[in-house]
């Protein structure tokens, strides 16, 4: 049987991307039930309780390719900083009892928090035009808390957003003053929210669901839990604000 050149191409597409997908969704980091760091800022409750109860998820088909390419910058960058003694790279930190995560970078004589962002276009331009989103703010301040905990002195925090797809003179860095009550302040609405999923229990009582409120932004659509039109939160949420 005759197989067009054209054939061949889109079946050796297909197998790579599904190679890609299956190793990428079967990463230590894409199997991570607990709640990092960088998620704690999270605006939506909901969110954050499906993660809690590592409730299944129903929008897996979302594309790899940007998480696995800020993946492989991320080891190039530790490679790159890691044989200088002046940063700590790659540093395990514990912000709260049990809120642990991994900081990027630390800058010792800077006394400065640095986390690596790998962003394409439209974010790019949002963080030029906006600044840091609030869940980025806390992120980095809960890496300095974390770093004040193991008794180092920490003075700013910063990101930097590496654009993919684009020039290394395309690199944005924004730095602030670490603001160690915005890290408390996280803190305390995280074990808030904790206690309240606790006596929720909605894995166990689905219509409970309801008392968790939802907060739409602009990407509903890339959470692991988005279900459209669901009218059942037990099976996934319609990105509606609740």
Excluded at 28 to 33: E, G, H, T
Excluded at 87 to 102: D, F, R, S
Excluded at 154 to 182: M, N, Q, W
Aim: contains cysteine; hydrophobic residues 35%.
């Amino acid at each position: 049987m005759f197989t067009s050149p054209g054939d061949r191409s889109m079946a050796l597409a297909d197998r790579l991307r599904l190679a890609i997908t299956d190793h990428s969704n079967n990463a230590p980091r894409s199997r991570q039930s607990r709640i990092g760091l960088s998620e704690v800022g999270e605006v939506c409750v909901r969110k954050l309780a499906y993660k809690m109860v590592e409730h299944k998820k129903t929008n897996p088909q979302s594309d790899p390719w940007a998480s696995i390419s800020g993946t492989a910058l991320h080891t190039w960058l530790a490679d790159c900083f890691g044989t200088n003694s002046n940063y700590l790279v790659e540093h395990k930190v514990e912000a709260a009892p049990g809120l642990m995560g991994t900081l990027d970078l630390f800058d010792i004589a800077e006394g400065m928090v640095i986390d690596h962002k790998c962003v394409g276009a439209s974010s790019m331009k949002a963080r030029k035009k906006d600044g840091l989103t609030q869940q980025q703010r806390i992120q980095i301040s809960l890496y300095a808390k974390g770093l004040e905990n193991q008794g180092h002195t920490v003075t700013k925090v910063a990101c930097a957003f590496y654009p993919l797809g684009g020039r290394l003179d395309g690199l944005h860095t924004i730095v602030e003053d670490y603001d160690s009550a915005l890290a408390d302040a996280a803190i305390e609405r995280f074990e808030a929210t904790r206690s309240i999923i606790h006596a929720l229990d909605p894995a166990n009582n689905p219509m409970n669901w309801l008392q968790i409120p939802a907060t739409q932004t602009y990407s509903c659509i890339y959470c692991p839990w988005y279900l459209p039109g669901s009218a059942d939160l037990s099976m996934g949420c319609p990105g509606e604000a609740a």
